[in-house]
């Protein structure tokens, strides 16, 4: 028995679910949880509200989705930072990394994470709740990899990793903003070698 014989087992999906997410992606990004309607998220995905469900559960299930794609897609530069071998590789290429995200060509301006809920009335919540999370996460991990680095001796013992975390991460997402508002890749560019000017001498 050929392949072409064999009937698949339950009904095909006809769509690229993968594609189709990429896409539910975008919209999120470019309009935020809120303004992101369903007939904008599933005309830009090219599936029907029932396909859509099916696939991907409601619009808060879907808005999850795409930030874990998001997450492992545009935003992926934060975790390659972190496997850098010295707390200021870590931070320049956090930065840079980050700048290249905000103004990607062919993508939104700035960061889905920073403005896809900022302000949410009660349907949003989830959505902004579940982004808070995924900014104070994206600081832990920072936090734990600058104490690391104190713990190493590649940071003053006095520095605390909390705070450079922190600071690191406002800088970002500063610069998520200032993306959203038409500054261009070059004048964040300045701004992140600004704030590492600002690093503290090992």
Known sequence: MNARQKAPIGRPRGFDADEALERAMRVFWEQGYEGASLTDLTSAMGITRTSMYAAFGNKED????????????????AERAMREPTARQVATAFLGGSVRANT?????????????????????RNARDALIAWRNEGTAHLRDRFRQAVDEGDLPPDTDPGVLARYLMTVANGMAVQAASGATQEELQQVADMALRN????
């Open 62 to 77: 879907l808005f999850r989705k795409a930030l874990e794609r998001y997450t492992e897609g545009p935003a992926a530069y």
């Open 104 to 124: 990607r060509p062919g993508c939104p301006a700035g960061c889905l994470g920073v403005q896809g809920s900022l302000a949410a009335g009660d349907p949003g």
């Open 199 to 202: 690093w503290p001498p090992t």
